[in-house]
């Protein structure tokens, strides 16, 4: 069955801090898709990044950098020099196809990450 | 493009009050969404559409109703509000290609503020 762990229920650091906001899964499809969106105070779901099941390069936008390990399930977000700006609910989610042939999304339950100035 | 569209933003409702959040997105995705999200939660699927005149149930259907008469749209009822029917309703969809990341991207409508009283 499809599992979305997001551990990290809440996170502060201090401004200018490195911060890595975790994300492990669970699939049984070969064939996946992994999302992290972003949910500021003002309450709309931002699309970050999106990674298929294929392909493990990591990434780097930025602050933000997005790690991808297929051995441990994991799929873990890094914010480099955090800013106040950064303070919101991260969701990671993991699309895949269900036993019909329909994709079906799961999210975790998120991680709230405060940055304080 | 407007992408999804979620009204009304804002609405109170008193109890055994029916209302309908509208959803309509222009993008021509097949898979369409209907989540919840209750304070300080994470997202709950309530229903969910893979085409026009197909709708099946997600977690937390139970209060709910959907429609898919058009590709374009996917409305919810609520039909005789009770106050755990407060919470936050986003709407989203997918192009619904299972073989590609960008038919696996989930959009979301800037949610609706829905309190029961």
């Known amino acids: 069955a499809q599992k979305v762990t997001q551990a990290q229920t809440e996170i502060s650091v201090v401004e200018k801090e490195d911060v890595t906001l975790d994300c492990v899964y669970e699939t049984r499809d070969t064939t996946y898709y992994l999302f992290w969106y972003k949910q500021p105070p003002s309450g709309e779901l931002v699309f970050l990044i999106r990674?298929?099941?294929?392909?493990?390069q990591n990434e780097i936008s930025g602050r933000y950098s997005w790690n991808f390990q297929k051995s441990t399930s994991s799929f873990n977000f890094t914010i480099t020099a955090s800013q106040v700006v950064d303070s919101a609910v991260y969701f990671c989610a993991l699309s895949e196809a269900d036993s019909g042939g329909y994709q079906k999304v799961t999210f975790g339950t998120g991680t709230k990450l405060q940055v304080i100035p | 493009n407007a992408g999804v569209t979620q009204t009304p933003k804002f609405r109170i409702l008193k109890i055994g009050q029916s209302m309908t959040l509208q959803c309509t997105q222009d993008m021509n995705h097949n898979y369409m969404y209907w989540y919840r999200q209750d304070p300080g939660m994470g997202l709950k699927l309530i229903y969910y559409s893979v085409g026009a005149g197909i709708t099946d149930k997600g977690e937390v259907p139970n209060g709910y109703n959907v429609s898919r008469s058009t590709t374009e749209d996917f409305p919810l009822r609520l039909e005789l509000a009770a106050p755990s029917q407060t919470s936050v309703y986003f709407c989203a969809s997918t192009p619904g290609d299972r073989g590609s990341l960008e038919g696996n991207t989930i959009y979301f409508g800037e949610g609706s503020w829905l309190t029961v009283v």
């Open positions: 990674r298929n099941s294929f392909d493990e």
